[in-house]
């Protein structure tokens, strides 16, 4: 079992509906990470937030909208989806940035999501 | 533009054989080195992790070593088990500001 639960495991949704991913982390971690990844290939960071504050956007579209509610709570408001936007959607936490950095990131199983 | 190359590609090795995976870098500001196996249908779970001031750390089947001057990190999976099958990451970071992914490789094990 992972210690970063993803919810839910797999969603199915059209293009004009609204869903959101939801991700939790119970290790006191300070730092929280959206990741797409598609079959075969490695993670894409899509987002990262840093002590519930917003610290780097990868310039995605703003169909995906984050939200950090509190420092355990992650989510990925889902909005007009592309088929192209399918994949595995990953969350991961770790201990921090800066100074409190070269800490291995935890992630969870994923959602994956299928557009149709 | 990759920042950390990656290769093979995949890997085929008999049981009890020698898995080798190299990574290679070229920012010399990278300053923690993490491997990540995957399973399918799971996310990326840590398997051991070096940093640059350190050439060789093993954890039990498992040994990065890391050639500094070089911009160079390998894993080696000693006496590779059939469980072992999955796809490897390599990874690099700056103060854990970002992760850089290399590009994965698929180990397979064969009985």
């Known amino acids: 079992d992972t210690e970063v639960t993803q919810t839910p495991k797999h969603l199915v949704m059209g293009m004009t509906n609204k869903k959101s991913l939801k991700c939790e982390q119970h290790?006191?971690?300070?730092?929280m990470y959206w990741y797409k990844q598609k079959a075969k290939k490695p993670p894409e960071l899509m987002f990262v937030?840093?002590?519930?504050?917003?610290?780097i956007n990868e310039s995605v579209p703003s169909r995906f909208s984050p939200e950090c509610p509190n420092s355990s709570l992650l989510n990925l408001h889902l909005h007009a989806l592309q088929p192209e936007d399918s994949a595995l959607y990953l969350c991961?936490?770790?201990?921090?940035?800066?100074?409190?950095?070269?800490?291995?990131?935890?992630f969870g199983d994923g959602t994956r999501l299928s557009i149709l | 533009q990759q920042q950390v190359k990656q290769s093979p590609q995949s890997l085929i090795v008999q049981k009890g054989g020698i898995s080798i995976i190299n990574c290679a870098y070229e920012?010399?500001?990278?300053?923690?080195f993490p491997w990540y196996q995957q399973f399918p249908g799971k996310g990326p779970a840590l398997l051991i992790a070096?940093?640059?001031?350190?050439s060789e750390k093993k954890e039990g089947r498992f040994t990065i070593s890391f050639n500094k001057s070089a911009k160079q990190f390998s894993l080696h999976i000693m006496d590779s088990q059939p469980g072992d099958s999955a796809t490897y990451f390599c990874?690099?970071?700056?103060?854990?500001?970002?992760?850089?992914f290399g590009t994965g490789t698929s180990l397979t094990v064969i009985p």
């Open positions: 937030y840093s002590y519930e504050k917003l610290s």
């Open positions: 991961a936490s770790s201990q921090g940035q800066g100074a409190l950095g070269n800490q291995p990131q935890h």
């Open positions: 290790m006191g971690h300070r730092a």
């Open positions: 990874a690099a970071s700056i103060m854990g500001n970002q992760f850089y």
């Open positions: 920012n010399t500001a990278f300053d923690y």
């Open positions: 070096i940093r640059p001031d350190v």
